[in-house]
């Protein structure tokens, strides 16, 4: 799944919240879209909880599932801190038997990028179908990466993401790609500095990691392959249509209904 030259990122999950728990561009969308399910919901590359947690915090009969057993452990104690009852699993959205089916299932924040093969993301695909309920949706999110990233200069890290930490300093991802754009890859050397109050250097963390894109009518091919009945795209979270480059692709893909309507 990534690079083996450093740990993943997901081996660190404290340095992952501190980066990315206070992102919340998506969690309304996907609260609602756990709250109005009618019934269970899973969260696949769940992570830590940035969305599974405030999704049960509003309701949601919400379990989770994510390959990364520190993800997981953490997420757990998180919850736990919060008094809420979870049912968090260490497992591979690949193949992974849950013994429950589900209204929907979504796979947020690009986590779907992680199956890098087309029988990896035709696995995840069918694995989810075979837990969703008649007429359930599986739900994914992807970034559509248009010609500004794929022309992007390469050989250069880019300062991709920074936080401010409580007490001072900050910490600041950069990101060292090399794309492909034949095989719709990145490959990416992550180097997360922790800088002082003075922007001082204290602690850089190294990782590798990898991603593979998919655009929208592989995605309808691979949900045909999958055996969904029906789909829809959006590209964004305010629901507008899949339309610019560089939109977010939003994919709702139906099992059949159960009077096979
Ligand atoms: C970008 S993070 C998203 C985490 C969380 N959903 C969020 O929005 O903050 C992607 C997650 O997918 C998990 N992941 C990667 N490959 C996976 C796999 N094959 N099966 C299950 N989880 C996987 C990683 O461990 C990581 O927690």
Same mark, same amino acid.
């Given at each position: 799944?990534?690079? @083996?030259?450093?740990?993943?990122?997901?081996?660190?999950?404290?340095?992952?919240?501190?980066?990315?728990? @206070?992102?919340?561009?998506?969690?309304?969308?996907?609260?609602?879209?756990?709250?109005?399910?009618?019934?269970?919901?899973?969260?696949?590359?769940?992570?830590?909880?940035?969305?599974?947690?405030?999704?049960?915090?509003?309701?949601?009969?919400?379990?989770?599932?994510?390959?990364?057993?520190?993800?997981?452990?953490?997420?757990?104690?998180?919850?736990?801190?919060?008094?809420?009852?979870?049912?968090?699993?260490?497992?591979?959205?690949?193949?992974?038997?849950?013994?429950?089916?589900?209204?929907?299932?979504?796979?947020?924040?690009?986590?779907?990028?992680?199956?890098?093969?087309?029988?990896?993301?035709?696995?995840?695909?069918?694995?989810?179908?075979?837990?969703?309920?008649?007429?359930?949706?599986?739900?994914?999110?992807?970034?559509?990466?248009?010609?500004?990233?794929?022309?992007?200069? =390469?050989? +250069?890290?880019?300062?991709?993401?920074?936080?401010?930490?409580?007490?001072?300093?900050?910490?600041?991802?950069?990101?060292?790609?090399? +794309?492909?754009?034949?095989?719709?890859?990145?490959?990416? =050397?992550? =180097?997360?500095?922790?800088?002082?109050?003075?922007?001082?250097? +204290?602690?850089?963390? +190294?990782?590798?990691?990898?991603?593979?894109?998919?655009?929208?009518? =592989?995605?309808?091919?691979?949900?045909?392959?999958?055996?969904?009945?029906?789909?829809?795209?959006?590209?964004?979270?305010?629901?507008?249509?899949?339309?610019?480059?560089?939109?977010?692709?939003?994919?709702?893909?139906?099992?059949?209904?159960?009077?096979?309507?």
């Amino acid at each position: 799944m990534t690079d @083996s030259r450093n740990p993943s990122p997901y081996d660190s999950p404290e340095l992952y919240d501190l980066l990315f728990d @206070s992102l919340d561009f998506d969690v309304p969308y996907w609260v609602e879209t756990a709250r109005s399910a009618g019934g269970p919901v899973l969260e696949i590359g769940c992570g830590t909880g940035r969305i599974l947690l405030p999704a049960r915090r509003a309701g949601a009969d919400i379990d989770g599932l994510d390959a990364a057993p520190a993800m997981i452990a953490r997420l757990k104690d998180r919850a736990a801190a919060a008094g809420l009852v979870v049912r968090a699993e260490t497992a591979d959205m690949r193949a992974f038997e849950m013994g429950r089916r589900y209204s929907r299932i979504f796979c947020a924040f690009n986590g779907f990028a992680h199956c890098e093969t087309v029988p990896d993301q035709l696995a995840c695909l069918r694995s989810s179908l075979r837990h969703l309920e008649p007429g359930g949706a599986f739900v994914v999110h992807m970034s559509y990466p248009g010609p500004a990233y794929w022309s992007e200069p =390469e050989g +250069k890290a880019v300062l991709e993401h920074e936080v401010a930490l409580a007490g001072g300093g900050k910490l600041q991802l950069w990101d060292n790609r090399r +794309k492909d754009i034949v095989a719709q890859k990145q490959d990416s =050397e992550v =180097e997360i500095w922790e800088l002082d109050a003075a922007d001082r250097p +204290k602690a850089v963390h +190294k990782f590798s990691t990898a991603q593979r894109w998919v655009y929208r009518f =592989e995605l309808e091919l691979l949900f045909a392959a999958a055996g969904f009945a029906r789909w829809d795209f959006l590209g964004g979270f305010d629901g507008r249509p899949l339309r610019a480059p560089d939109d977010q692709m939003i994919a709702w893909a139906f099992s059949a209904p159960a009077n096979g309507g």
